[in-house]
């Protein structure tokens, strides 16, 4: 059994994903720290660990995951939402970029085969078509976009620095 990371694993899109790799026959190890998830989103199986710890907490979720061998991570955790971000600038950096390099290095530390980031469409400020194609231009309007275009930017230094699987 393949041992996968997915942070944000108790928000919406992360619990219905941990239910998908536990289908699948992954065995998933949940990184949130319930800012916006709930334990109760995450399916009831012996195949999910959770470790609750925020995502800037590295040497405490690294101790965690001392021995296991870890495939890939799903990396969903973010702080999200726009005004709060303009009234928080700080807490939305440091987590959604700092958080992003935590995790970046953690898949770089223990070698793992893939980074999947999870991006956000708010990159791309109010776009005039919709569905916007992922090749528009790039219109941080607000904190939280821009946390997240960084986040992108990073994992796409990862990948071509380290050597790191990533999409």
């Keep these: 059994m393949k041992n996968v990371i997915v942070t944000g694993g108790c928000g919406f899109i992360g619990s219905h994903l941990c239910e998908l790799l536990i289908k699948k026959g992954f065995k998933v190890y949940v990184i949130d720290n319930f800012f916006s998830g709930k334990k109760k989103n995450l399916p009831i199986s012996k ?3 959770l470790i609750k ?3 800037l907490n590295k040497k ?4 965690k995951l001392k021995s296991k061998k870890i495939h890939a991570i799903f990396h ?3 702080m999200a939402d726009i005004v ?3 009234i ?3 807490k939305y950096m440091n987590t959604n970029v700092m958080g992003t390099t935590k995790i970046l290095e953690i898949a770089r530390e223990k070698k793992v085969k893939k980074f999947i980031y999870i991006a956000s469409s708010s990159c791309y400020g109010i776009p005039k078509k919709y569905p916007t194609n992922e090749n528009s231009i790039i219109n941080c309007e607000y904190p939280y976009a821009l946390s997240k ?3 992108e930017q990073i994992t796409i230094h990862w990948e071509k620095i380290y050597k790191i699987n990533c999409n």
């Design 47 to 49: 195949n999910i660990i």
């Design 53 to 55: 710890d925020t995502i």
């Design 60 to 63: 405490k979720i690294a101790s």
């Design 76 to 78: 969903l955790a973010a």
């Design 84 to 86: 709060p971000s303009i």
């Design 88 to 90: 928080n600038p700080e």
């Design 149 to 151: 275009n960084l986040g």
